[in-house]
């Protein structure tokens, strides 16, 4: 079921929104070589708790980090650890907050240091895959229309799109319905309404779109172990057009 949110939860969820968006400014500043994810992950919820939010990843379904960090071809819920960034990685970096019982879900991907042309590219093609779809987040489209406007765009490079992993209703709960695959025809699914939260999240792999899951139970690596890039927004479909939660 699709909860449509009124205007005052709106304005919760604009909080929650807001404080992602800081909090991915603060992190995005802190990464450097040499520099622990582990050491990111403290940042990230010391500066999340001096909002008044609560880390959201924190715990879910265990997972033991405040935020998700992966690493060049880690393409999602990368576990902060000692491992130190090195100039010429991509990292992604997701973060999810609550604040009173709202949730906002936002990632971003950075280069460290100097990286390859082609890592750059990769990383530019993923934020643009994302505005593609966001732009088709309008009253009267359907979901799919999101879906395919991502694929399209990653797919015209070449570039493999995730598809065990996909976006998310998201409100009183970080996951609700529906599904946002990245991923599929235009023209299916439900139609968008005002009051839709949906977190839209392309992950894009430079080779295959598969994907395996490491031994820690957590980390999702691209199966040939190329590079990958993921880029997330919380957004609301209003009768104005796509209102983005977590951008500055
Ligand atoms: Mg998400």
Redesign the pocket.
Known sequence: MIFLKSDRELNYLRDAGKIVAKTLAEIKKATKPDIATNELDRIAADFIKSCGAIPAFKGYHGFPGHICTSINEEVVHGIPGLRKLKSGDNLSI?I?TVINGYYG???ITVAVGEVDAEIQKLLDVTEESLYKGIAQAITGNRLSDISHAIQSYAESFDYGVVRDFV??G?GRS??EDPQVPNYGSPGRGPKLKPGMTL?I?PMINLGTHEVRTLADGWTVVTADRKRSAHF?H?IAVTTDGPEILTKL
């Open positions: 997701d999810g879900d936002a990632a976006g998310h998201i970080m996951h977190a999240e997330e919380t």
